[in-house]
C-alpha cells in the first residue's frame, strides 16, 4: 500500500463519503429479511452521526462506554470493565491508556488486590464526560427523531432481548 494510502482516513464519512442503508434502485434480496443487517446499517448511520457530534473530543463509543462506566462506578476494576464493556482486558487496557493520557481517567492499586487496578475519574474527567453525556444525549434525540418516546422505549426493549 503507498504512503498516501495508508494515510487516507479508514471511515467513510471521514473522507467525505455518506453511507446510504438502503440505495434506491438497488435489490437486497434475502437481507431486506435479516435483522442483522438491518440492525448493521442502522448502526453504521448512527455510528458516523456519534463520531461526528463527539469529533472535538476525540471520543468513540467504547471511550464514551468506559468513562460513562468508570464514573458510575467507585473504584471499577480494570477486568471488570473489560467483561462489562464485552472485549479482551488487552482492549480495555488500551481504552483506558487513551483515556488516561486525554487526562479524563486515573488508574489506582486496588484496595484489596495490589495486582489490580481500580480507575476514577479526574475532576478534568468529570468535567468533560458532562459535556460529552450532552453531546451524546443530542446525538440519541437526532438519530431517533422520526420516533415516538413510546417507540424508542419499545425498540430498546425489543434490541435488548437480542442479547
Known amino acids: 500500500m503507498s504512503r498516501a494510502a495508508s494515510q487516507r ?16 434502485g438497488i435489490q437486497y434480496g434475502a437481507l431486506d429479511d435479516l435483522v442483522g443487517y438491518a440492525i448493521r446499517r442502522a ?3 448512527i455510528y458516523e452521526d456519534f463520531l461526528n457530534a463527539l469529533a472535538p473530543w476525540d471520543i468513540t463509543p467504547q471511550r464514551f462506554s468506559s468513562l460513562t462506566l468508570i464514573a458510575a462506578n467507585a ?6 470493565l473489560a467483561r462489562l464493556l464485552g472485549i479482551a482486558r488487552s482492549g480495555a487496557v488500551q481504552i483506558v491508556d487513551q483515556l488516561q493520557d486525554l487526562g479524563y481517567v486515573e488508574r489506582h492499586e486496588a484496595e484489596h488486590d495490589k495486582r489490580a487496578y481500580s480507575l476514577a475519574m479526574t475532576p478534568e474527567g468529570e468535567k468533560i464526560l458532562a459535556e460529552i453525556t450532552l453531546a451524546v444525549k443530542a446525538h440519541d434525540a ?10 424508542k422505549r419499545q425498540l430498546i426493549g425489543l434490541l435488548g432481548k437480542l442479547g
Open 43 to 45: 448502526q453504521i448511520v
Open 75 to 80: 473504584n471499577l476494576k480494570l477486568t471488570d
Open 9 to 24: 482516513p479508514r471511515r467513510p464519512a471521514a473522507r467525505g463519503e455518506h453511507f446510504d442503508p438502503h440505495v434506491p
Open 142 to 151: 437526532r438519530i431517533s427523531t422520526r420516533l415516538g418516546a413510546a417507540e
